[in-house]
Nanobody, 131 residues
Framework: QEQLVQSGGGLVQPGSSLTLSCVAS????????????VNWFRQAPGKEREWLSC?????????EYAPSMKGRATISKDNAKSTVTLQINSLKSDDTADYYC???????????????????WGQGTAVTVSS
């Protein structure tokens, strides 16, 4: 069964860093991520879902970040390991939320990474930033 499996998260101290992982599992291709752009979102209690970052299909040459992430987050992908990671530095209490990855298939030559719809979603992982 095709799915995105997330790991990382948990309780972290303010000011620390965190790496969230999203692994594509169960796909027909052993290495499916070259065909997909991957986005990261989060949703805090009582708030709407917030887009955070994305990385393009292929080698992931194109990346984008939300203002809340710019300068303190890095998105990357390892196609051989079918993994996309999002590292966030200088965590603060406002970063407390459930984090989700989502993949959308993109045609060859399409370097865009954002999308209104996605083909697969991760199960989500909770991040709590607190001392």
């Amino acid at each position: 069964q095709e799915q995105l499996v997330q790991s990382g998260g948990g309780l972290v101290q303010p000011g620390s860093s965190l790496t969230l992982s999203c692994v594509a599992s169960g796909f027909v291709s052993d290495a499916p991520l070259p065909y997909y752009a991957v986005n990261w979102f989060r949703q805090a209690p009582g708030k709407e879902r917030e887009w955070l970052s994305c990385i393009s299909r292929g080698d992931g040459d194109h990346t984008e970040y939300a203002p809340s992430m710019k300068g303190r987050a890095t998105i990357s992908k390892d196609n051989a390991k079918s993994t996309v990671t999002l590292q966030i530095n200088s965590l603060k209490s406002d970063d407390t939320a459930d984090y989700y990855c989502a993949a959308v298939i993109k045609f060859a030559g399409d370097s865009s990474c954002r999308s209104a719809e996605h083909d697969f979603w991760g199960q989500g992982t909770a991040v709590t930033v607190s001392s």
